[in-house]
């Protein structure tokens, strides 16, 4: 074991809750000071911190528990009311970035005939722009207290189902360059995992409901809830080719109407706020590196960023309001459906290993990443402000907004 290990993670748990408190007295929402708590002592700034395999490997554990305990929090009557809506808005928070990305590409360097290496890294530019990243804006609707609203788990919904879709379309056009790829076993596989989900989840539903029944609010039902995370997350991503994000949200999902859930998703928590949350927020941060850069990737980065960020906001956001989701409503679910992260870096890492990724335009891919965390919680926040919490009771959101 590297002894430096250690020094690594007293640093970015420091710096991270620093300027998370930092941004909480700023009226910002942690995870925006986390971020920037890892941009600073990552390479970029301070050079305190490398990203390594490890601190990667308890990001990707950060990723997993927060995605749980969002499943855990979920309302699943509401998830199955709102589920047409969330696909319709998914397919087109997939639809809009992707042309975007293949215009942006395209006017940048060309349109290029379909068939060329050309034509297969602009659409692959568009693919990257289809991610959405879940966890900040779920971290976000959880501090103001509105992930079990209605606009929330439309959001959470339609990213999930996002994912999917984005993963699909990855495969797809990898599947176009590739003859060893196939598209529609993609497609099979991922029926294939919701069928499974649906009805092993029934059986570990009924198992859980009786051990829960047997011995109400012991820590042995958050430990077992742990297991079922993590072996679905491996199931999802090994034998269905799936996220693994996905497969723990599922966890989640079918743990969600015990009656000691609340319990479970507590005792997620201490892990997730201490230790594993910090270290998936500050990693965005050390993995940028603004070194190499010309004037004109410089532009195309730009361009890159508003291009992502605007496409998911009105795609989304005007799908939504087909849906009868009006003014802010519909703003909140484009802004929610805008960020990008770990889903985004896993989808440029495949495309640098087949060659549809130029490795020096890895860092627009950051800098996207870095822009979409940072902004969604801020506007989101501003978009909820003066709202009330919808996890407290009416009596309790009145007093807090007579004071």
């Known amino acids: 074991m590297q002894i430096e290990l250690f020094k690594d993670l007293a640093i970015i748990i420091l710096f991270a809750k620093l300027f998370g408190l930092l941004a909480k007295k700023l009226k910002a929402p942690q995870v925006v000071g986390e971020i920037v708590a890892g941009l600073i002592i990552g390479p970029s700034v301070l050079g305190l911190v490398e990203q390594t395999d490890f601190i990667s490997q308890m990001a990707e554990i950060g990723v997993l528990l927060l995605m749980f305990s ?63 990243s879940v966890g900040i804006t779920v971290q976000t609707l959880r501090e103001l207290g509105k992930l079990k609203g209605k606009v929330g788990t439309l959001i959470l919904s339609a990213a999930i189902i996002d994912d999917v879709i984005g993963i699909i379309v990855l495969t797809f056009v990898i599947g176009l360059k590739d003859a060893s790829a196939s598209p529609l076993t993609v497609v099979k596989n991922t029926v294939l995992f919701f069928v499974f989900a649906i009805g092993v989840g029934f059986v570990i539903y009924k198992m859980f409901k009786m051990i829960d029944k047997k011995y109400p609010h012991q820590r042995r039902i958050p430990i077992l809830g742990l297991c079922l995370c993590f072996a679905m997350a491996f ?59 010309t004037a004109d990737l410089v532009l195309f980065s730009v361009c890159f960023v508003i291009v992502a960020l605007i496409t998911k906001i009105i795609g989304c956001g005007l799908v939504s309001m087909i849906f009868g989701y009006r003014g802010k409503d519909s703003l909140k679910i484009g802004v929610g459906m805008m960020t990008r992260g770990e889903v985004a870096l896993i989808v440029s890492q495949k495309g640098l290993a087949v060659g549809l990724l130029n490795p020096i335009y890895f860092t627009s891919v950051i800098l996207l990443i870095i822009c979409s965390s940072i902004s969604t919680p801020i506007i989101m926040k501003l978009l909820y402000k003066g709202e009330p919490d919808e996890t407290l009771p009416a009596a309790e959101n009145k007093e807090s907004a007579a004071v």
């Open 70 to 132: 969002a499943g855990l929090e979920t309302d699943l009557k509401d998830l199955i009311k709102t589920g047409p809506t969330a696909l319709a808005i998914a397919c087109a928070g997939v639809a809009v970035p992707l042309a975007g990305g293949w215009l942006l590409y395209s006017c940048f360097y060309g349109f290029s005939p379909a068939g060329s290496d050309e034509f297969y890294r602009a659409l692959f530019t568009g693919v990257i722009m289809t991610a959405t």
């Open 235 to 293: 199931i999802a991503e090994e034998f269905f080719g799936i996220a693994d994000i996905t497969g723990a949200y599922v966890a989640g999902i079918i743990l969600c109407n015990l009656h000691d859930s609340e319990y479970i998703a507590e005792k997620m928590d201490i892990s997730s706020y201490m230790l594993f949350g910090p270290i998936f927020f500050a990693s965005i941060g050390l993995k940028t590196e603004f070194s190499g850069f």
